[in-house]
């Protein structure tokens, strides 16, 4: 009799045992899941908030500018649009005391994670100065200035020459003919604003150093825009875009396509391992919602299988 009663009690020690592991197991991945969901929501939140579209009804047009006049009542910051034709730059500009100041910021001045486009606090915002430097955040999904990476391929690069500037209060077409990669510290890039005597020299270092280049004939008496951003493959390492500001006003040739349409089109290109790595937060949340589980399920069943088998030989 006594010999049963501890039977009975080792079982249900064995059954609170695996009550206990099992309900850990399962809050543990009930925190997982809701921490992944939650680490989803927080970044298509942020993303959300870096779209052009949300800026797009006051964008300046040449019939009508007074949507961005009103803006810029919100915010004596802003001074300018930036277009880039056929990506998703699409953006207002603002320039503050430092370069930092809109580095957490949005046009409005209200803390983003994504900031905003912003003039180097250097520069003239009536683009009178031989460089002109454009800063923004390198971001996934499209948004800020994280197709400019895309500029890289040389074909991106040959489809996409043309963009749109807007300031005081006239359109000005922009040229692109370079695209390098550097570093944050290259003096060479960075040195803003050039004093007139050294354009030359500094236009032919950013030639040299330019991945892709398009000669457009541009001169140390032009004005030039630079698009500066993060790259993905190092700390410091920038991505930069060249183009020359004119009195033209080029056509969009894209205007007729969907943003989306040419995202694809440059999405393709990408391999399957940089495909992956941008889907890194979903593949992460299927992992806690599939592989986890499974391994869990199997692990118990092997050790409810093992403690059966050992029941039997026990009362055997």
Not at 21 to 32: G, K, R
Not at 177 to 204: I, K
Not at 228 to 248: P, W, Y
């Amino acid at each position: 009799m006594e010999l049963q009663n501890q039977k009975k009690l080792g079982k249900r020690m064995v059954a609170v045992m695996n009550s206990i592991v099992n309900f850990a197991v399962l809050f543990v991945l009930l925190l997982l899941f809701l921490f992944g969901g939650y680490s989803l929501w927080d970044s298509n939140q942020v993303y959300k908030a870096a779209d052009s579209s949300l800026h797009s009804m006051y964008k300046p047009t040449y019939e009508d500018t007074v949507s961005f006049e009103e803006l810029q009542k919100t915010n004596k910051d802003i001074f300018g649009w930036l277009t880039v034709y056929g990506t998703n730059i699409d953006y207002p500009l603002v320039q503050g005391e430092k370069n930092s100041t809109y580095l957490n910021k949005d046009i409005r001045g209200n803390y983003s994670v994504s900031g905003s486009l912003f003039l180097d606090y250097r520069n003239s915002p009536h683009f009178t100065d031989f460089n002109s430097v454009i800063y923004g955040h390198h971001m996934d999904k499209n948004v800020m200035f994280g197709e400019i990476e895309y500029f890289a391929d040389k074909a991106f690069f040959d489809e996409h020459q043309y963009g749109n500037l807007y300031y005081d209060g006239e359109e000005h077409g922009i040229e692109f003919f370079a695209f390098l990669e550097t570093d944050a510290y290259d003096t060479s890039v960075y040195a803003v604003p050039v004093q007139e005597s050294l354009s030359w020299q500094y236009l032919d270092n950013l030639v040299n150093k330019a991945k892709n280049t398009r000669n457009i004939g541009v001169t140390g008496d032009d004005k030039i825009i630079i698009l500066s951003t993060c790259s993905a493959e190092s700390t410091n390492g920038r991505h930069i875009l060249v183009g020359r500001i004119s009195n033209e006003i080029y056509a969009d040739a894209f205007e007729d396509n969907t943003i989306s349409g040419n995202t694809n089109h440059v999405f393709n290109r990408f391999s399957i391992l940089e495909t992956l790595m941008r889907f890194s937060g979903w593949l992460w949340i299927l992992v806690v919602l599939i592989v986890v589980p499974l391994v869990w399920i199997i692990v118990s069943k092997r050790k409810k299988r093992k403690s059966k088998e050992g029941n039997e030989e026990y009362e055997a």
